[in-house]
């Protein structure tokens, strides 16, 4: 049974940072592509940052700078390391693998405001 469990999201101030994480099972989590979304209110789920098995890494335009997406094989998770946040970044942040069919996580909320 896949799982994705994220943590680390909360309420940060303008400028502030945080690292969210993603800990998978289910999977042999290092031959995968992963993927970090997120969903703002009233807003569609986009793409923030995936990373391929050889840690190649890609970004959406309005993160790039900003987030680093990073991997640890051995303790099969997944990071997202948010610098420099802003308002418009508050969202619930997803964790994404393509296991025959897409998997979730549960979400953490990500909130930058002051």
């Known amino acids: 049974q896949v799982q994705l469990v994220e943590s680390g999201g909360g309420l940060v101030q303008p400028g502030g940072s945080l690292r969210l994480s993603c800990a998978v099972s289910?999977?042999?989590?290092?031959?995968?592509?992963m993927g970090w979304y997120r969903q703002a209110p009233g807003k569609q789920r986009e793409l923030v940052a995936t990373?391929?098995?050889?840690?190649?890494?890609n970004y959406a335009d309005s993160v790039k700078g900003r987030f680093t997406i990073s991997r640890d094989n051995a303790k099969n998770t997944m990071y997202l390391q948010m610098n420099s946040l802003k308002p418009e970044d508050t969202a619930v942040y997803y964790c994404?693998?393509?296991?025959?069919?897409?998997?979730w996580g549960q979400g953490t909320q990500v909130t930058v405001s002051s």
């Open positions: 994404n693998v393509n296991h025959l069919r897409q998997y």
């Open positions: 289910g999977i042999t989590f290092s031959i995968y592509v």
């Open positions: 990373i391929t098995s050889g840690s190649r890494t």
